[in-house]
């Protein structure tokens, strides 16, 4: 790590740790502050309940209550975000002015602010402000934490000679590096404030389009995924708060391991979830070989999805013969391939939808059939009169509750569900070959030729690829009838909705423009059981379609592991095509893994820019010298990350019998384990010795998982096991990039086969 520089006598530069004085008097400030905000959490609390217990009937002293109960929630909900530290700094500028900022803004009595929070314009200079561009700025000082109090202070004062001298380019390098080199917890620590210039401009990007950061293991991008969740949402309340924001991890053990960044932000309108769990109702249980995942997750399965629906919309085989009286009228062949022409060219968008088409066109061919037949039967005189309208309508409605034109219509035009489809097309090798015919390798059909997993019951299990395929078919095929009796059940409420419950759903409608139809239905239904709710009316059900329902904007943690078929899954949960993927094409560890992001911008199809981050902040410069050797044969065309900091601690490599590897590693981890004392230890080992390593292990804090199940985790160190086996697994080098820049302080190798090339050339 470079020396912090003296501060010249011009002014300027890294400034020292400020006096007993300084620190004794900001630690009154924040206890000040604290306490304040505890008596604004207590009073607004009690003017909640205050304006909840009003009694009512006028319709302008409702709408007041609701308003003032609303803001009231708000304003409380905002009071209460988090639980770690309030301030995380103080600005001065060179009007005088003085700001504290921290996690949510707090006033005094009089109104003047005594914290303002980190998302307001007013402090943008706290994360931004650098030599160059000092932005007003004389000098800006970190609040060091410890043991929910001020332990210590750092300073910076802004003079551009310093800054450029420095070499770096950093802010806040000293209360950054104090962070990162604190003993990890189960939980990422509290990181607003680290955040660095670079990461502060990607976080404060415009909301529309795709925004794809590459970062190299340890350049912060889980903390800019976050950030940017908490700031957007604070930035376009209106519209984001109400639609939501979709957050999508690698895995459950990340997601916990993140589980309480936002909630500290202020910011709990966020949905969590993997990509395995997107899908409403299905759960990803079966696990399958790497060849049959590949070919599900190759973008081709959604021609072949295509092609099976197109296999399930046919005409008749015989003609359709429908019994009335002592007649039967009948239907041609023909005529019933004529219907489904028609229907597959209608303006109707999907599947499902489009059998109510079906249905009235074979409807109206009977009806024609019918009157055609009468006519002949009058002019052979088997009857008198005329056919009349009321005759015709008989008929009509007869033929739509018999059981022929029920079967008709099932064989014409089934109405299908996601589930159904993908389990008919893995289970049956016939519809399968059929479907992928010319789509997919003959291979590749005999791979997936009865891909379907059950159960001891028969029942179908789903794999992780096979989520998006339901995905897939069930965007495809549209509501079915139940999922379209449930919406019409969950409308019935808006008839009841006030002209101000009105006028702010079209508010909201406003600020978000170019939605699909049923992404806006969804939107007005959430909003209009939220506004009856507020009012104690009994809400509506919400639309089963909701299992593929839009966000306002989605964000994606560890992208590159994402295959084309999850993206296109991303993308549709992606309402306004706003979003924000970060990821590093060195960790995809999966055939199917993103080789390019210019690839999934092609995918989502929204206007995208692609940022690179250059500065590692985690992974110490003694083993980035590894990693870096590895990405150099892996992807030679990505540039490592620079870091910015030394640990101090060599890695170290120890060669063992096969047979005593699993003994030697625990013991490497004991003697690291005493080396952090309250810090985590993880042993990342391959696949094969996770469960053996965890059986012979006596220490239950001891972290022990394979490279996939490690991203996106830090530990003070690491016991890496035998590299060269990790690198001849699935994910290759990649694997052992992954396992070594989990580090932030001690890396052991532990081998009983040679060390691959690059990590040996690193050492």
């Known amino acids: 790590m470079p020396t912090p520089r003296s501060i010249p006598e011009s002014g300027g530069g890294r400034g020292t740790l400020s006096t007993d004085a300084e620190l004794t008097a900001e630690r009154a400030y924040t206890r000040r502050a604290r306490a304040r905000l505890e008596e604004l959490i207590s009073q607004t609390a009690g003017r909640l309940a205050e304006t909840v217990g009003r009694s009512t009937t006028h319709m302008a002293g409702l709408d007041l209550r609701d308003a003032l109960t609303n803001q009231a929630a708000v304003r409380l909900q905002a009071l209460q975000a988090g639980t770690g530290p309030l301030c995380f700094g103080r600005i001065n500028m060179t009007d005088g002015q003085t700001l504290v900022v921290g996690r949510t803004s707090v006033s005094d009595a009089e109104l003047e602010p005594l914290v303002v929070d980190w998302r307001a314009p007013a402090a943008a200079p706290f994360y931004t402000a650098s030599g160059p561009e000092p932005m007003g700025v004389v000098r800006r000082r970190h609040f060091l934490w410890r043991d929910d109090d001020v332990a210590a202070l750092d300073d910076e004062v802004f003079d551009q000679g310093a800054a450029h001298a420095t070499g770096l380019g950093l802010v806040g390098e000293a209360a950054l590096l104090t962070a990162l080199t604190q003993a990890r917890r189960d939980r990422m620590g509290d990181i607003v404030a680290t955040i660095q210039r670079e990461q502060h401009e990607i976080i404060h990007s415009p909301l529309p389009g795709a925004l794809i950061v590459q970062g190299g293991a340890g350049t912060g991008k889980t903390a800019i995924a976050l950030h940017r969740a908490a700031y957007l949402l604070y930035a376009h309340r209106l519209s984001l708060e109400t639609a939501g924001v979709l957050f999508i991890g690698p895995n459950r053990r990340f997601l916990r391991y993140i589980g309480d960044v936002l909630p500290s932000l202020g910011e709990t309108a966020v949905h969590m979830s993997t990509a395995a769990e997107l899908v409403d109702g299905v759960t990803a249980t079966a696990d399958e070989p790497a060849a049959v995942s590949g070919v599900k997750h190759d973008a081709r399965m959604a021609r072949v999805i295509s092609a099976a629906i197109a296999a399930r919309e046919r005409p008749l085989r015989q003609p359709l013969q429908v019994p009335y009286g002592s007649r039967r009228v009948v239907v ?3 005529v019933t391939a004529r219907i489904i022409e028609a229907a597959r060219t209608s303006r109707v968008a999907h599947h499902n939808e489009r059998a109510g088409v079906v249905r009235r066109l074979l409807l109206n061919a009977l009806r024609r059939i019918y009157i055609l037949g009468e006519e002949r039967r009058i002019a052979a005189g088997v009857r008198g009169g005329e056919v009349s309208e009321e005759d015709v309508v008989a008929f009509v409605e007869a033929a739509g509750r018999s059981r022929a034109v029920a079967v008709a219509l099932a ?27 010319g789509i997919l390798s003959a291979e590749e059909i005999g791979t997936l030729g009865g891909a379907l997993h059950r159960d001891a019951d028969g029942l179908a299990l789903w794999s992780v690829a096979d989520v998006a395929l339901i995905d897939e078919a069930s965007h495809q095929l549209g509501p079915s009838a139940a999922d379209t009796a449930t919406d019409a059940a969950a409308t019935r409420g808006r008839s009841t909705l006030t002209s101000g419950e009105r006028f702010d759903i079209d508010q909201v409608l406003a600020e978000m423009p170019g939605l699909s139809p049923v992404v806006r239905d969804d939107i007005v239904q959430r909003l209009t059981n939220q506004a009856l709710a507020g009012r104690g009316v009994e809400a509506g059900a919400m639309p089963r379609h909701d299992r593929w329902r839009g966000y ?21 949960r992606a309402a306004t095509n706003s979003l924000t993927i970060v990821g590093d094409l060195a960790q995809g560890t999966s055939p199917w893994s993103t080789t390019s992001w210019e690839d999934v911008a ?14 590692g902040y985690r992974t110490p410069e003694e083993v980035m010298a590894i990693a870096a050797e590895v990405i150099a044969v892996a992807h030679p065309a990505l540039i490592p990350p620079r870091a910015v900091r030394r640990s101090g601690h060599i890695p170290e490599a120890h060669a063992v019998g096969s047979d005593a590897l699993v003994g030697a590693a625990l013991a490497a981890a004991a003697r690291l384990g005493d080396l952090v004392g309250q810090g985590t230890v993880a042993v990342i080992a391959p696949t094969r010795l ?8 006596a220490n239950e804090s001891l972290v022990i998982l394979d490279p996939i199940g490690a991203k996106g985790l830090e530990f003070d160190a690491v016991v890496m096991v035998e590299p060269a086996e990790l690198a001849d697994g699935p994910g290759g080098l990649a694997a052992v990039y992954i396992a070594a820049t989990r580090v932030t302080d001690y890396l052991t190798i532990v081998h009983s086969r040679p060390l691959p090339a690059p990590v040996a050339a690193g050492l």
């Open 552 to 572: 306002g904007h989605v964000l994606v943690d560890e992208a590159q592991d994402l295959s084309p078929m999850q993206w296109r899954m991303v993308n549709r």
């Open 332 to 334: 041609s062949v023909a």
């Open 690 to 697: 996770v469960d053996e390593l965890s059986q012979a292990s």
């Open 411 to 437: 064989r014409m035009w089934p109405v299908l569900d996601g589930e159904q489809l993908v389990g008919d097309l893995l289970g049956s090798p016939v519809l399968l070959a059929h479907a992928a015919r």
């Open 602 to 615: 092609q995918v989502l199809g929204a206007a995208s820019r692609t940022v690179e981050l250059s500065v």
